[in-house]
């Protein structure tokens, strides 16, 4: 039997999104709603899941997936998310997870980084990479009723 | 009553920690102890934990504290460990609890990143900041027996 080989290398994207929308972003289910999703677009399997509320109406939620996990923490009041998504494999396309769940918050701009995790020259001395931009939404930005 | 202001500005290290001890960072229990120890010398309150085992041998936690996450991912055959310690609010010393985890693991050198994230000039659209270095570790290192 060939041994198991679990690539050490990872995309980790940082994302600021405003403008999003706070009936979305301060409501607990959601939130979990969009981030199970999220996964399931990625093509990444669930492990396991933990959201909370915290005051005033903020919600911080993880989903652990294989080697790597998404995180959430979201201010309604400011229309802000702090949004993670750290794949690692081939299997997995965390890029259409970021814009999927970017959109589903109904953010009208974001700033992203892009981070190439446990990268090295063979020595087994690991270091990342990252790249940064700023991504506009057409139909996203806060509701007005 | 004065309304509570949650500040969106937080403080998220990237961490590659290399050379770390396989029999710490394999171990389930030791990851957690150590990932909780970290949020209590950041000064945080955790609000959830979540560990699972990944073939062949890594390890996958997340901690949720306040506002934010400590979490971490390793891979023992390659003394590798992936550490992210995500913190919010000026009560908090999230350095301190990357200092004590990456020791913890027994890890020689890391390469870091810290990231302010929720940064604004006041038109609530947020972007993120970062610096990146290197640290070494004297008592650090893969033991061998």
Same mark, same amino acid.
């Given at each position: 039997m060939a041994k198991e080989i679990h690539e050490t290398i990872g995309h980790h994207y940082i994302v600021e999104a405003s403008g999003c929308d706070p009936k979305i972003i301060g409501n607990i289910e959601k939130v979990q709603q969009i981030l199970v999703k999220a996964a399931d677009i990625a093509g990444a399997q669930v492990w396991s899941i933990s959201f909370n509320r915290f005051p005033p109406q903020g919600v911080s939620g993880v989903v652990v997936i294989s080697e790597s996990h998404i995180s959430t923490h979201t201010w309604p009041e400011f229309g802000y998310v702090a949004l993670d998504i750290y794949t690692c494999g081939?299997?997995? %396309?965390p890029e259409k997870a970021v814009v999927f769940a970017v959109e589903a918050f109904g953010s009208s701009t974001s700033h992203i980084t892009e981070i190439t995790r446990?990268? %090295?020259?063979? %020595?087994?001395?690991y270091y990342h990479s990252f790249i940064t931009w700023e991504e506009r939404f057409k139909n996203g930005g806060q509701k007005k009723d």
């Open positions: 081939k299997s997995v %396309d446990g990268l %090295d020259e063979g %020595d087994m001395i």
